[in-house]
């Protein structure tokens, strides 16, 4: 089993946007029980998710989830072993997030067709609709995630910090997770186009 060093970046703090800031946002509004039940099952896979990570040797494999794309669609992360993901914690308020955008779309249209596949989480940023409004103005072709029901982003969120050892206090955070579902490398606040191929390069 090949083993992992997983870097860790540090900005400054005026660079990185702090969680501690993220309000939660539950929705209580008129959801039929099929949904709500769905919605629990999907936190439960995921907060059950932290037992089931592993790690083989000293090779971190990145926690499974389950969230909604901005089509209400559910998307897990495992659906997506054999791709290249890069995986960001961000917010459409962020400003550091914001720098980031236009290096994720040039690395979208020069390497999805060699297996990469870039992935927002996106955290307390409105209902779907206000989030793909801000996708369309800002011409984002990856795929934007959200919550199912109220804060399972947040869980996730969670998840990351409590399976690698290093809590997520701010956003931009980004992993790279490679073919087999290994995470390979963590970046905390912006990084541009140039450093992400750097490190992505490898596994392509």
Not at 2 to 21: E, F, G, Q
Not at 73 to 89: H, M, R, S, Y
Not at 157 to 162: F, K, P
Request: one cysteine or more.
């Amino acid at each position: 089993m090949r083993k992992i060093i997983i870097k860790r970046y540090t900005n400054p703090l005026r660079h990185i946007t702090s969680v501690a800031t993220v309000a939660l946002f539950f929705f209580n509004g008129c959801d039929n029980g099929t949904a709500q039940q769905k919605a629990e099952s999907a936190k439960k896979k995921t907060a059950h998710a932290v037992q089931k990570n592993a790690k083989q040797g000293n090779a971190l494999i990145a926690p499974d989830f389950t969230l909604a794309d901005l089509d209400g669609d559910w998307v897990t992360l495992n659906e997506l072993k054999g791709k290249v993901v890069l995986l960001n914690f961000w917010g459409t308020w962020c400003g550091p997030c914001r720098r980031e955008i236009p290096a994720f779309i040039n690395l979208t249209e020069k390497y999805k067709k060699d297996g990469l596949e870039i992935v927002g989480i996106t955290l307390t940023s409105g209902p779907p609709s206000n989030i793909r409004s801000f996708a369309d103005k800002w011409g984002i072709n990856y795929r934007l995630l959200t919550d199912i029901e109220g804060n399972e982003t947040q869980t996730v969120t969670a998840l990351y910090s409590q399976a690698t050892g290093q809590r997520i206090t701010g956003i931009p955070t980004t992993f790279i997770i490679d073919r087999e579902g290994f995470i390979r490398q963590r970046y905390v606040g912006p990084r541009s186009e140039k450093i992400f191929y750097k490190d992505l390069e490898p596994y392509l």
